[in-house]
């Protein structure tokens, strides 16, 4: 019986009003004569009744319910309840989240359950993998099915970038039987639900508010899903699980912040944060050693060096100057930076990796949660140990789209961002053979390979990308790209 005590009790207040309501109008009505008394004792009755066994039956149902009438009676709704509003009212366009979109109902629990489950002779895990529908989400629910392990995927879908990628990425899961619900990782009601359906052996998080400029614009987002939204998946993870999963969620690279030391270490001082996205991060890291020293969770928390890669994020450098080369517009890039980017599938193999290696949680149902002894408690740079500057990087873009960038080249603001970025992995490459193979050439041509054909690019454009050479896409295809994405 998942559903929150409170929100089970304000739901029955609420039903049992209704039936009291239809009552009266009953009762004040002509046929209702005093001779129907016994009637009217027998209707109350049956209603008690039914209100008992419906809550019974859809407890999922009542908490659902309960969290959407609480979001909408708030008001001023945060960007949260906007995005979990959304998802509560708008039914997905996709067949398999539609399916599962009746929470609660059998053929959702059937859903679910059939995505999860592992299809390995010996086993294997069952992951759910929250904001699956992202770019390292979308990767890691791909090669765990690949390699059989059961996979349920959690997404709200919001539009910090365009959401119709993340459906398109969402489809592509589908068709790897993976589903992805329409779900905020808020909404305990709904965690609790799936805990109780699944037994969950790991839940990777990946589910956040990323960028480090846009936290400038809407730093409550920022708290809203990687600090508010960390609590809600630790405290489902701790207390509504049996047995309780091992946990692996993503942190930053942008917790160094201000570190000089490089090659940044997991030794080195995290207390600098230079934006708000990395206070978050931070802030975290600290909320995951709680869960750990209370709860006994298993918890491994994974830096990543800005990833980059097919399926990649718009908002990120690398692929909005890719676009912005494409058509023509100017980009621009700030003197000296250097970053440690690092390829998808290098990330993806660091994810399983970690997954593979986490350790139990200790914590029993019977106590609350609580630990019966100490779990394991990791943190793990995923980089690709090699910074390049970011010049050289609009530099084998040019080569690969065949276009010259328009470039402006200006000193840093102080907006957030660090000068440059050097992962030292070696604790990853001990602990679970994490070794980047991927050089930045190569992964860039694989992400232009991809951008050319989401984007459906002029054949033109896709064979000098193709080739590197210096052919130039047509204006029109260029416009129509830009208002395609
Ligand atoms: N890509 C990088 O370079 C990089 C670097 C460091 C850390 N990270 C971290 O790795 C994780 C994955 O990053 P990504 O690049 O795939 O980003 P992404 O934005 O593509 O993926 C995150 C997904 O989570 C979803 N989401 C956000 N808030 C949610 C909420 N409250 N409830 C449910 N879903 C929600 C989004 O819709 C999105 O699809 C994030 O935690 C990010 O902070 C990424
Ligand atoms: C990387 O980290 C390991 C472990 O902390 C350390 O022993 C090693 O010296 C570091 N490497 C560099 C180049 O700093």
Redesign the pocket.
Known sequence: MPADAAAKGVKLERYASGGALLLRRVASGKLVSASSHLLFRATVLATIALVFLFTLHYPSLLSRSFSLSSSSSSSSPTP?QH??HR?LLMSSSTPAASAASVYGSEKWQKEIKKSAKPRKADGGMSVLV?????????HCALALRARGDGVLG?????S??D?SL?RA?QGVLAARGVVVLD?????APLLAALFEAVPFTHVL???????VRYAMEAPQ?YV???VA?LVTVFEAAAKRADPQPAVV??????VYGLNTESPFSEEHRTDRPASL?AAT?KAGEAIAHTYNHIYGLSITG???????GPW??P??AYFSFARAIVAGEPITLYADARRDF?YIDDVVRGCLGALDTAGKSTGSSSRSGKKTGPAPLRVYNLGNTSPVPVTRMVAILEKLLGKKANKRVIAMPSNGDVPFTHANVSHAAHDFGYRPTTSLDAGLRHFVDWFVEYYKLDTKVAKAARAGTDKKPTKKKAAAMSASS
């Open positions: 949260l995005a979990s998802s929250t904001g699956a529908a992202g770019f390292v989400g979308t959690l997404d709200n879908f919001n910090y970038y959401p993340k990425r779900a905020d990782i808020n909404d998080h990946l589910a956040a508010q990323a960028g987002t809203a899903s990687n939204g969620w993503a942190s930053s690279s942008s996205y991060k994974l830096r990543f060096f800005t990833v980059y990649g994020r908002d990120m690092t």
